[in-house]
Structure formats: C-alpha cells, structure tokens
C-alpha cells in the first residue's frame, strides 16, 4: 500500500478477486519487475552492445530501434496499469464511499492488465531469444486481430467510454470529502507515480492506443515489402486504427449518452390539454414519451426561432438520429412546449394547409426528420428555414444561428441526416415513393414558395 494513507485492503467481496490477477499482481507478491521500468528510454546499444551495433545495417539498425521503442513503451504502460491497480483501485474499491467511484474510473482494470501483460511478455521473450528481434508480425496480430483482437477492443471500450465523467465525479466527491482528498494525495506522492496524478494516469490507455499504428507504420517503413512480415504488418497497422476508431466511437457515444441524460433533467414539458384532433393528440403523446436518452444524439447548440419579425426565442436545439427538437430555454431550465403564431383570416389558413379557424397555428417542438429540409434565408446570412412536410400541413420554422460558420454546419446536419431517415423509410416494404403529401394535398414547398407561405404566417 502507499505510504501515510489510512485505508487498507481488505479484499472485499465487491472487488475482483486476487486469484485473477495476474501472479506477479497477487497481494502475496512482494516485487514485480515491471514496476521498475525506468522512465527513459534505453539506448539500443545498452540492449545489443556495441558489437552488436556495428554488425547492423543501418535500415535494420532504424528497425531496431523501433523495436526498442516498442518493448520499453509497452512495458512502462503495463507499470501504469499495475499501479492504478495497486495504489488506486484496489483501496478505493475495498471502501464503501469510493467503491463505485473505483468501478467507474478503472471498471476492468485487472482484464486491462492481463491482456497488456500478454503482449508484454510476448515481446520480451522474443528480446530474450535474441536482443537483436526477429519477425514480430505473429505477435501484434495475435493481439490485434482475431477473436483476441476484438476481446481487447471491447475491453479498451469498457476501460475509456467513461472517463471523462469519472473523472469529473472524483473531483466533485474529493471536494466533499477530506479523507479521500487526502488519500489521494498520499498515493500520488508514492515514488512509483513518478509525480503523476490520478487523473494523469487514468487516460493512458487511450494514449496507448493511438501509439499503436504510429510504432507499427515506423515498423513497416524498415520492414522489408513482399515479404510475409511485411504483410502480417500491414494487417496488424490496420487493426490497430480499426480499434483506435471503434474505442473512440464508444467514448462519443458514452458521452452522448450521459450528456442527453443531463438534458433530460433540465427539461421541463409544457403539454397542451387540449388535443381533441388526431395530429395534435399525436403531437402531445411525442412531448409526453419524450426520452432524450433513448436517442442518439448527433448535434446540439443555441438558435434563435424567430416566430414573426417581433417575436425571437432563444432556443437549445437538439438533433437526434431521427428527430430535432426545439426547446425554449428559460434560466436554468429547457421547456418543452408549442409555439403558436396568430392565424388571422381564412385566406391564410387555406395558403398554408390548415383548416382550423378560431386557433393558433401551433408549431410543434419535435419534428420528425424523415419530413424535413433546410433552406437557407437569402436574406440573412445567419438564418435557415427548417421545413416541416408532415401530414399535418407544412410548416415553416425559421431560425437564427450565431454566425454564417454555424448556420452552414447545422443546415448540413439537418440535410443529410434527413436524408438518412428517408431513405430508412422508403427501403420499408409499405414505404411510398411518391412525394409527401399534407391533408390539404400540399406538397414539399419549393425555394419559390418559402417567401409566399412564410409571409402568410408570420405577419
């Protein structure tokens, strides 16, 4: 255990037993090699010797000491992991305050070792063999690829998605809690963190992980080509950013997640009894079972809705996979309602689909994107038309972004993920390919016609 702190060990039931660990991790075990790995890089000539050095020819020489990059990186991640293991986890894991704290952080931090042991060990037998390394391509693929390869990416997956928000949490739970404030600082001032904090060590695996493909392109560039290493190499390098890029992916779609749920509670749903009429009963059943974290979030940011030229709204605007919503934002809270504009003569409503005299010309906040299009304003170099084909009427939503740069970003986003649902839809058997119509037989508003509706409803 770290020097100075109260906590002790106690192997709690919440906490992975010790015979998983790998043997030289196992409480029994008193030293362990990796633990020692210096800091700096050792030189090629301390590994070969100086005879050694002079029999290489320079392209295998730069080969060589890749290689060495190699072994010695990955060796020195193994002692990161062993000890967010030893000093971090293992405590905080066996106390009942920080025990889920623990599991959010390092949530398989023994798998983690287990697996970078392997490698580990692979490349050091292969060193022990013969300080000048031979072909390597086996053991990278074995790792990489493979019913292995995607048991390690799914681990990596496990061990990153999460750790921005644990982080965050560590920080919020040390500031309430002296004792755990003070743990850490006895931890971190343990010798073997080599002056690094807990949250300096907790991300290197994801750094690993863009290491991978850089070692592996510097192997190939003094690997030998069409020969079997070189190939099994080639493979290896593009396992590796495959892995790279799906761990990503986890960790955005994490975030994502955690970041709808956070907007879930700020939300506040404003829904409108009266919904006596088909479309608008199936509006207020959309506000009603609105979940933010059933969705996938795609993009989100501040417009403003300009209703009529007196009447803007600060808006958060959220587009999900399928839907964009619109919510009203008012202090700290997110409002989920209808918008309604003024309708003042029978004219108007038969210009633009409605037939519901005496009422407002509501504006629902979740627009399906399967029905929509955006048009940028001809006369506004920060504005764009959100068009709403949906049965119910078209309906036009305009909305004000904060620069040209913004627009153009959320024009493109909205296009193509509409794009996206609507091609969904017409690969369905009972899908139409006929375009989408209103009630009224109104069809999708061209450029020409924005101009002349949108005067209709917004006067």
């Keep these: 255990m770290c020097r100075g702190h109260t906590w002790l060990y106690r192997g ?232 790279l890029a799906e761990v990503n992916q986890s960790v955005k779609e994490f975030e994502n997640h955690q970041r709808l749920k956070i907007l879930q509670k700020k939300m506040e749903k404003k829904i409108p009894q009266d919904s006596q009429e088909i479309k608008r009963k199936q509006v207020h059943e959309d506000m009603k079972n609105l979940d933010l974290p059933q969705h996938k979030l795609v993009y989100e940011g501040e417009l403003t809705w300009r209703l009529r030229p007196n009447r803007l709204i600060d808006m958060h605007v959220i587009l999900l996979e399928d839907i964009l919503v619109l919510l009203q934002k008012q202090d700290e809270k997110l409002i989920l309602k209808c918008q309604s504009l003024n309708v003042h003569n029978q004219s108007d409503l038969t210009q633009t689909g409605r037939t519901d005299a005496g009422k407002g010309y509501t504006h629902s906040p979740i627009l399906k994107l399967q029905n929509l299009l955006s048009r940028n304003v001809a006369t506004d170099k920060k504005a764009f038309f959100v068009i709403n084909t949906s049965e119910a009427g078209p309906q036009i939503y305009e909305l004000i972004a904060n620069n040209q740069t913004s627009r153009k970003t959320w024009h493109n986003h909205i296009n193509s993920w509409a794009e996206v649902c609507k091609s969904k839809k017409s690969q369905k058997p009972a899908a139409s390919s006929t375009p989408v119509k209103s009630h009224a037989g109104v069809t999708t508003p061209q450029p020409e016609e924005i101009t002349e509706i949108r005067s209709k409803i917004t006067r």
Excluded: W
């Design 12 to 243: 709690a039931d919440n906490v992975e037993s010790a015979d998983d660990l790998p043997p030289d991790l196992r409480p029994e075990e008193q030293t362990d090699s990796d633990l020692d790995v210096e800091n700096d890089l050792p030189t090629l000539k301390s590994i070969v010797g100086e005879e050694g050095i002079r029999k290489l020819k320079p392209k295998e020489k730069k080969r060589q000491e890749v290689l060495n990059e190699l072994v010695h990186t990955e060796r020195a991640h193994v002692r990161n992991l062993k000890i967010l293991d030893k000093l971090f986890f293992r405590p905080m894991a066996a106390e009942t305050s920080t025990s889920d704290l623990a599991k959010q952080l390092l949530p398989n931090i023994h798998s983690m070792i287990r697996l970078h042991s392997s490698f580990n060990n692979s490349l050091k037998s292969v060193r022990k063999e013969n300080p000048v390394i031979g072909e390597v391509g086996n053991i990278f693929l074995k790792r990489f690829d493979g019913e292995e390869g995607e048991t390690f990416k799914n681990n990596c997956a496990t061990f990153c998605r999460g750790q921005s928000f644990a982080l965050d949490a560590l920080k919020k739970q040390q500031r309430k809690e002296q004792r755990l404030s003070q743990f850490l600082n006895d931890a971190e001032s343990n010798p073997l963190c080599r002056r690094l904090q807990l949250k300096d060590l907790v991300p290197t695996q994801f750094q690993r992980l863009t290491k991978y493909p850089l070692l592996i392109e510097n192997l190939l560039k003094y690997t030998q080509t069409n020969t079997d290493e070189y190939r099994k190499l080639t493979l290896a390098h593009q396992k590796t950013k495959e892995i």
